[in-house]
């Protein structure tokens, strides 16, 4: 039994052999290298259509600059990872991307509880970071953090976009659906801040898990509670599943149905009678007027099948060039010259691509976008994708709550 | 054969030479420090579910829930209690040790597929309990706003939190110490009776051998270092969230085990090194990384039954 046999250094050189073979084979260049963005996103789970989306526009960003060579003269490397709609393998990706890639630049994550997660990795390790698809509020407000900008809207600011209307279309008695996590919480409080100044009562909530594929036990629920309106308030995949059995079961002929946050990618997915309510979009590709517009929506026209960019083609856009605009600005990718130079940092026409005024509010790191508040069509007039009709556009300055309402103090490093 | 797993003394001083300058080695195989850290804590908590299940015999499918209950342990430790880094650990390892052991009592009076059934049931009531308590554990969004202090040792300060290079060998430390203990009580008297349970339980029983004790203390050490292997992973990502309470996760350790082969002491860490790395290596290229690990356990339940280490051993000694 003593000294080594042949069988041991058999299994030990099996071993070492095992780890190089599945061991990734990185060629790690550094000085005049590329600059490197990370990117963490769920490309897998109930968000993987929006996710993908987010990177294809990133994706866009990126070779529209490498055509112009680059930031600062450098070209541009965009490096995506599969967050899988968990938080800790979120977590884990941005370690991996900051620790063994040593990226300038981080974005991500379309969920909320995810992006958050991230930005606290991305404070600890000094990193600038833009939340492309996460709309908790505390991102820009009791959890904001200096290094650490958003795209996308707050919740606050999607409900007070809409809720007036939903109000005055529908009546006082309102019972949600609302996901069971951080986004759902922070959305439904916000909205349920508004209809108390409005006058209305909550009829109830439905509180369902991610993911959820049955939402039958919660619509009879909601039905029983009798309210005026059904708010839904789940996104991506639920908002497919929940909106596809609201019309299979005929709720929606008894109670209307609506809410706050639409999606394209949810339009596109659902069956043309189920595309119904009134909603709010964060982005549109289809806007009169709006120079810059036709030729993104072209170039993503290419790129993604012949289909139109929704908002999240926009925020991935969007935030790449964010980057390359602080970058220039500062001149530097160093992350605090970026943060600084981010802070108040007005969108020039050919990334905002929509009227009003769009800009980082320094006070609380959150970019003030437009509000597209209007109605779900089954059919496009002109276009099958023009699936949303929209009423009116609000610039994002009238509709997100000043800076010392967030509960946002931001920390700069000494 | 060799009884309680007894390995080689070359082949230990490789493993700890390997372990000791991986730091060294991982960059230039395109890895990463955290990376080498994180295939120790799993392969550590794999270890613990296998002094379970390839010493006494018996399957877990909870061991999450003792992992995810010292995460966080931990956590609310340095969150709400002080911030120092061994108590979270204690504390963390305590937590998970004292509920397993305290639960385990009743789940020891099963054997097969109705421990396995207990297992996950208590397992799914942490986790429900994780996902729901939303003003304690952060609920779905995971618990966040802690990190791992550096530790004064007399006269010198190591500053774990921000020297990833510290921070590994601390964690190797910990899995030295644990990793020591579990080897220790495998050689004595104690293991020799786990191991006689495994064999032939009936046998056991009619030797006068108490086998509900004894599963039931191994159980309870298991939960203790599969908890620390918890607190361990929770200062890693200085987060805790609840999947590390889910089943899917026990299941990714039982994988680990017997796919690194689990009559073998070491073979558990071999598992999860190979799970880890593949997770990190295939999920950058595609978005269907869980196939290639279910190929690969596929592929290894067929050809190599005794798992990537055992399938050597498990020959000679046929």
């Not at chain 1, 490498?66 to 800790?88: C, M, P, W």
């Amino acid at each position: 039994m003593n000294g080594i046999g042949r069988r041991t250094l058999l299994q030990a050189t099996a071993a070492a052999g095992l780890v190089r073979l599945t061991s990734p084979f990185i060629i790690s260049a550094r000085g005049d290298s590329p600059v490197r963005i990370g990117m963490v996103d769920p490309l897998t789970g109930a968000y993987a259509a929006p996710a993908r989306n987010e990177v294809m526009g990133a994706q866009l960003a990126v070779a529209r600059l490498n055509a112009k060579g680059g930031v600062l003269g450098r070209q541009v490397e965009l490096l995506v990872e599969d967050s899988a709609n968990d938080v800790g393998t979120g977590v884990q990706k941005a370690r991996k991307l900051i620790e063994r890639d040593n990226v300038s630049f981080m974005i991500g994550d379309v969920n909320s509880a995810i992006a958050q997660a991230i930005a606290q990795v991305t404070n600890e390790k000094g990193l600038l970071q833009i939340v492309s698809g996460g709309h908790t509020d505390p991102i820009t407000g009791t959890d904001c953090k200096w290094n650490v900008y958003r795209v996308c809207n707050t919740t606050r600011m999607e409900a007070n976009s809409v809720c007036d209307v939903l109000f005055k279309k529908y009546g006082p008695k309102w019972h949600f659906i609302t996901p069971d996590y951080a986004f759902g919480h922070t959305l439904q409080s916000a909205i349920e801040a508004n209809l108390k100044t409005l006058g209305g009562t909550v009829t109830g909530a439905e509180l369902t898990p991610l993911g959820t594929s049955d939402f039958s036990a919660y619509l009879i629920k909601a039905r029983s509670a009798n309210p005026n309106v059904i708010i839904l308030l789940v996104q991506g995949q639920d908002m497919v599943n929940c909106l596809k059995q609201i019309v299979q079961f005929g709720i929606n002929k008894q109670i209307p149905v609506a809410g706050t946050q639409q999606e394209l990618e949810s339009l596109e997915a659902l069956p043309p009678e189920a595309r119904i309510g009134n909603w709010m979009f964060e982005w549109y590709w289809n806007q009169p007027d709006v120079p810059h517009l036709a030729e993104f929506v072209a170039d993503i026209r290419k790129v993604n099948g012949g289909k139109v960019p929704t908002a999240r083609h926009w925020f991935g856009f969007t935030s790449v060039m964010s980057f390359a605009l602080a970058a220039a600005q500062a001149n530097s990718i160093d992350s605090l010259k970026l943060a600084h130079a981010l802070s108040d940092l007005e969108l020039p026409p050919e990334v905002k691509l929509q009227p009003n005024k769009v800009f980082y509010r320094g006070g609380d790191h959150q970019l003030m976008l437009s509000a597209f508040v209007g109605e779900a069509r089954a059919h496009g007039p002109q276009d099958p994708e023009d699936l949303f009709k929209v009423d009116r556009v609000v610039a994002g300055s009238d509709i997100a709550p000043p800076v010392a309402d967030t509960g946002c103090t931001l920390h700069w490093p000494a | 054969m060799s009884a309680g797993g007894r390995t080689r003394l070359p082949v230990l001083l490789a493993i700890w030479a390997a372990l000791l300058a991986a730091p060294f080695w991982l960059p230039l195989i395109g890895g990463y420090t955290a990376l080498g850290t994180r295939v120790l804590v799993l392969g550590l908590a794999a270890m613990s579910l296998n002094f379970l299940l390839g010493f006494t015999g018996v399957l877990s499918f909870g061991h999450a829930a003792w992992f995810g209950l010292g995460a966080y342990g931990a956590g609310l430790s340095l969150k709400f209690l002080a911030a120092s880094t061994p108590l979270a650990l204690l504390f963390g390892t305590l937590l998970g040790g004292v509920l397993g052991a305290a639960l385990g009592a009743l789940i020891v009076h099963r054997r097969g597929i109705y421990f396995a059934m207990v297992t996950i049931a208590f397992g799914q009531v942490f986790y429900y309990i994780a996902y729901r308590w939303n003003s304690l554990t952060g609920g779905d969004d995971g618990l966040r706003g802690f990190a791992r202090q550096p530790i004064a040792l007399g006269p010198w300060h190591i500053d774990i939190l921000n020297s990833g290079l510290a921070f590994y060998y601390f964690v190797l430390f910990c899995f030295a110490l644990a990793v020591g203990a579990m080897a220790l009580l495998l050689r004595s008297p104690f293991g020799g009776t786990l191991l006689a349970i495994r064999e032939n339980e009936r046998r056991a029983r009619f030797l006068g051998i108490p086998v509900e004790l004894h599963v039931w203390i191994a159980f309870a050490l298991s939960c203790l270092f599969i908890s620390f292997a918890g607190g361990l992973y929770a200062l890693l990502n200085n987060f805790a969230d609840p999947n590390n309470l889910h089943y899917s996760l026990s299941g990714d350790l039982v994988i680990m085990a017997v796919m690194g082969g689990m009559r073998n002491f070491w073979g558990p860490l071999l598992g999860a090194a190979v799970f880890v790395v593949l997770q990190d290596y295939v999920s950058s290229l595609t978005t269907n990384w869980m196939s290639f690990i279910g190929l690969l356990f596929v592929l290894v339940v067929l050809f190599f039954p005794r798992g990537l280490l055992g399938v050597a051993r498990g020959k000679s000694a046929a």
